[in-house]
């Protein structure tokens, strides 16, 4: 019920192409779905977050998609670049605003 | 500009010693988070406090303790380390309610017990 699973674990692209990262949940008591983004030697940082009275939210090149009634979501780098390679977690929340995350995807965008 | 702070970068123990891994926030934030993140397992939650003095146990609170006296500090120990606590250590803080700005995370503690 508290889990949330993220696909693939990893992810090569070309510059310019659209990686997609896909999460999963059981738990329909949660209510809040951000996406976090983390460099080598950095700690995450919140990228892009969504609720899910809202099918779709861009924010620049990124764009979270949800499905409520499949229980996903999932993220879109639109125009990828290099400097867009780290490891992107997925995470979702409930009204006691505790984070549970994925699994991680390690993104690598080639030149 | 660093709003979550954790002591050490890297760290390396003995098995059996007892660690202490340190946490300053400066954003007078309410909830303070210690997670590990693992190759493939992503971040997995240890311990949490929503208040000065309060904890409550995570997803995998055994081998692990925390302490909360002072608001801006949340220090997470490891009774007796073991090899299997070779991990990256992150801990966050958050506002009360987290979800107009989410969680800030330190840079993280690798620590590796020998």
């Known amino acids: 019920q508290q889990q949330v699973k993220q696909s693939p674990q990893s992810l090569i692209v070309q510059k310019g192409g659209i990686p997609i990262i896909n999460c999963a949940y059981e738990?329909?008591?949660?209510?809040?779905f951000p996406w976090y983004q983390q460099f080598p030697g950095k700690g995450p940082a919140l990228l892009i977050a969504?609720?899910?009275?809202?099918s779709e939210k861009k924010e620049g090149r990124f764009t979270i998609s949800f499905n409520k009634s499949a229980k996903q979501f999932s993220l879109h780098i639109m125009d990828s670049q290099p400097g867009d390679s780290a490891t992107y977690f997925c995470?979702?929340?409930?009204?006691?605003?505790?984070?549970?995350f994925g699994q991680g995807t390690e993104l690598s965008v080639k030149p | 500009d660093v709003k979550v702070t954790q002591s050490s970068r890297y760290l390396v123990k003995r098995t059996g010693e007892k660690v202490f891994l340190e946490c300053v926030q400066d954003?007078?934030?309410?909830?303070m988070f210690w997670y590990r993140q693992d190759p493939g397992l992503g971040l997995r939650l240890i311990y949490f406090?929503?208040?000065?003095?309060?904890?409550e146990k995570g997803d995998i609170p055994e081998g692990y303790s925390v302490s909360r006296e002072k608001k801006e500090r949340f220090s997470l120990i490891l009774e007796s380390a073991s090899t299997n606590q070779t991990s990256m250590y992150l801990c966050?803080?958050?506002?009360?309610?987290?979800?107009?700005?989410?969680?800030?995370f330190g840079s993280g503690t690798r620590l590796t017990v020998v």
């Open positions: 966050a803080s958050s506002p009360y309610s987290a979800k107009t700005v989410g969680y800030t």
């Open positions: 738990n329909t008591a949660f209510d809040y």
């Open positions: 969504i609720r899910p009275d809202v």
């Open positions: 995470a979702a929340s409930n009204q006691g605003g505790k984070l549970i």
């Open positions: 954003m007078d934030h309410e909830n």
């Open positions: 406090s929503y208040d000065v003095k309060m904890k």
